[in-house]
């Protein structure tokens, strides 16, 4: 079979089993979009900007587990595609991005639309190309695919000048069913050595404390953590990254830690003495100061990068691998072991840990007459009985989302951790719903946020997409308003939104339906009545408080035992610890 | 603490600004870098010049092995290894006795003078950083008009390669 550059390219994303192919069409890829046609294997998705076609095949990784598939042109194409691509590389999802690019002969001749992208990208992927032979194209796409889904998975780039897809240019045609790199093989199996000194450290431990990370989402570790936590009976913690790795409405876990995390979750990474870290990367955002970071603690740590070990925080026992293969082989050894757990020692930590719970430091103030943004959450959890699919932006609506949703399957909380990126939210719905167009799909959002990817609603109603979007509306850039709050002495600098649009206007005039939502007496009745439209797509613009506070908080640079605590929360039962 | 770090990279279009963007994007030093293809064509040999403290070094090797086109590392300066690096000098010598001073100098570094004119000598020094900084520091009475170092290379003594 001869075929066209274009073709090669669209044949291999079929034979690489691609069903959802995000883009938008321009000069240097107008080939391969000619290839695209007349054909329904590989579904063109159509968005309004490149940077949603990123975040939307992420949210469709980050759901379904397989690799997102982007396709964009040159210049423009490709730097609007960049913050996309950064999102993903922060929080390692596995995307491939195709970019057109410049005839080769143009290349480097300031040609229209021409940006070197392999090297604006090339500090946010995992790894580029530059196709500068036909020959190479359909290996180059594998090699794209497989390095971005194995090991520690990322986005990768590759970058197709317009000759390399000619129409007129065609080369047999084959796929390779595998691919060898001598310069890339990741460790899956951990060093059994270590897996074993894990084991023992844990069992000997005495206030121990289990925290885990995205990698577990990632690596698909679920099954094998379930089983290791309730086997040991130890207290869990996970990163935002993580949630939904265990069931959050277990007694074993203990909410999120980090900057936002629970006063429990907090005070036992203070004083444990065995840690064990699962596919986390001690960010900053979970440390604290690190002097002070599990001061008493001897750290065990399993993560499949090992650039990810001892680069904050020097671990004791670390471990190479995979987060399911390893945890597989200590719940062997568990079972195998003829120790089990300090009985005594662990009643008395969950005892402790009981009363850090005991203050309820999610509480809020129920009998406002504002409508309290936790209170929302709480709601939509109730309404899709823990079940939907939660795309979040950034700020302070995604963490009330990722403490109030209370995710009990992984693969369900979608947000942007690492990089933190506003817009992220709509069009990762999309994603996910395209790849799950009979569940619930909500995208919870803030004023702010959405207003920076808004136009895809239009993308929505095009492919029929019934995303809920739920915005915390506060009329401020809540999370940048409480910092000022804090520690600004509360000078309110930009962080106010005048001249806000009328969203439920906007929605309708996009297609969709709008309901705005101004008294918590209104709130149930109208997030019911905007749920049980199962095929529309709903905005729900929700006036909220605009002086919540997301609590507990970690200032940025302080200690876990150091958090400031929401006024509603029950006063400490341990009278020796000083609340800030 | 100063390391020499010998890579084998993939020979490929983009390699290079791979490492280099590595060293600024993460803010380690780099106090010398030089590359040139091996005896096999596909493969780079590139030497790395760099300080930090422990943690720094090995987060360094950690995530210059991440680099997809790296194939292997080596980190000279963890065993016994040879370090060389060449420096041509050029040095003003246009009376007798800056001619013969600069020759001597040259004689005793075991230099080699590889250009003359009537005004110049220019010399041809090879050895460890340390000993080209000595033979800088000894022509301090001397006018130095130009001075060109290959940045250092270097390799393992013994039995120990860096090879596939």
Request: proline content about 5%; overall charge negative.
């Amino acid at each position: 079979m001869e075929l066209s550059g274009g073709e090669i390219l669209v044949q291999c994303l079929k034979d690489e089993g691609v069903d959802f192919l995000f883009g938008y069409p321009g000069g240097a890829v107008l080939h391969i979009y000619d290839a695209l046609y007349n054909q329904e294997d590989v579904k063109h998705i159509l968005v309004r900007h490149e940077q949603a076609a990123t975040h939307a095949a992420d949210g469709y990784a980050r759901a379904t587990g397989k690799p997102g598939v982007v396709l964009v042109t040159s210049g423009p194409g490709a730097t609007n595609a960049v913050t996309g691509i950064a999102t993903a590389y922060m929080d390692s999802i596995p995307m491939v991005v195709i970019t057109g690019q410049v005839a080769t002969a143009n290349i480097g001749s300031d040609a229209f639309q021409e940006v070197d992208a392999v090297g604006i990208t090339r500090p946010c992927v995992k790894h580029n190309f530059l196709v500068k032979d036909i020959n190479d194209l359909a290996e180059t796409v594998k090699k794209a695919f497989y390095v971005a889904t194995t090991g520690r998975p990322g986005p990768v780039v590759v970058d197709v000048p317009k000759d390399i897809t000619d129409p007129n240019i065609k080369i047999p045609y084959h796929y390779p069913e595998s691919v060898q790199m001598r310069s890339y093989q990741p460790t899956l199996k951990g060093h059994s050595g270590q897996i074993k000194r894990a084991v023992e450290l844990l069992l000997s431990a005495k206030k121990p404390m289990i925290y885990t990370g995205g990698g577990v989402v990632l690596g698909k570790g679920s099954e094998e953590l379930r089983k290791f936590v309730r086997k040991l009976g130890y207290p869990i913690t996970s990163t935002l990254m993580g949630l939904g790795a265990y069931p959050s409405s277990d007694q074993l876990f203990l909410g999120m830690l980090g900057m936002h995390g629970t006063y429990e979750a907090n005070m036992a990474m203070h004083d444990c003495d065995v840690l064990i870290a699962i596919g986390a990367r001690f960010d900053d955002r979970v440390t604290g100061k690190i002097a002070e970071f599990c001061p008493d603690a001897k750290i065990i740590h399993i993560d499949i990068d090992p650039s990810s070990i001892s680069k904050t925080i020097t671990v004791d026992v670390p471990i190479v691998g995979s987060v399911p293969d390893v945890l597989q082989e200590m719940n062997g050894l568990l079972e195998s072991s003829k120790k089990s757990p300090d009985k005594k020692a662990i009643d008395a930590w969950w005892a402790e840990i009981n009363g850090w719970r005991g203050m309820k430091c999610l509480s809020y103030d129920r009998n406002s007459d504002k409508i309290k943004p936790q209170m929302v959450v709480e709601m939509i959890h109730e309404i899709t009985k823990g079940q939907a699919y939660v795309t979040s932006d950034v700020g302070q609506h995604q963490m009330w989302a990722a403490q109030y949703y209370g995710f009990d399957e992984p693969n369900r909380w979608i947000n942007s951790g690492g990089l933190g990126t506003m817009g992220f939210g709509l069009p990762a719905a999309m994603g996910v719903q395209f790849a799950f167009p009979e569940d619930t799909v909500i995208c919870v959002t803030g004023e702010g946020s959405i207003q920076m990817c808004i136009q895809e609603l239009s993308t929505c109603l095009q492919y029929g997409l019934p995303v809920k979007i739920v915005a915390l509306n506060n009329r401020y850039l809540g999370m940048v308003r409480q910092w000022q709050e804090f520690f600004y002495e509360n000078r309110y600098s930009h962080s106010y939104m005048e001249s806000l649009p009328d969203f439920v206007k906007l929605t309708e005039s996009y297609g969709h339906v709008g309901i705005r939502i101004e008294k918590p007496e209104d709130l149930r009745k109208e997030l019911e009545r905007g749920f049980a439209m199962k095929d529309r797509l709903v905005f729900f613009d929700i006036v909220t408080d605009q002086t919540e506070n997301v609590y507990p908080m970690i200032a940025q640079g302080k200690a876990h035992n150091d958090m400031h605590m929401s006024p509603y929360c029950e006063p400490p039962q341990d009278p020796e610890r000083e609340l800030s | 603490m100063r390391h020499i770090i010998s890579i084998l990279i993939e020979n490929e279009a983009g390699a290079l600004s791979r490492v280099a963007g590595l060293f600024s994007a993460r803010g380690y030093n780099i106090e010398s870098l030089t590359v040139a293809p091996t005896e096999d064509p596909t493969l780079s040999r590139m030497t790395i010049v760099t300080s930090g403290t422990e943690r720094i070094i090995e987060q360094i090797t950690k995530q210059l092995n991440k680099l997809v086109d790296v194939v292997k590392l080596l980190d000279l300066t963890e065993g016994p290894h040879i370090e060389r690096e060449m420096m041509l000098i050029k040095v003003k010598a246009s009376s007798m006795a800056q001619r013969e001073d600069v020759k001597r100098l040259a004689d005793i570094f075991r230099g080699h003078i590889i250009d003359v004119t009537t005004s110049t000598y220019t010399i041809e020094l090879t050895g460890a950083c340390a000993k080209l900084d000595s033979f800088i520091d000894a022509l301090a009475e001397h006018k130095i008009i130009e001075t060109v170092r290959s940045g250092v290379t270097g390799i393992a003594r013994g039995e120990k390669s860096l090879h596939l």
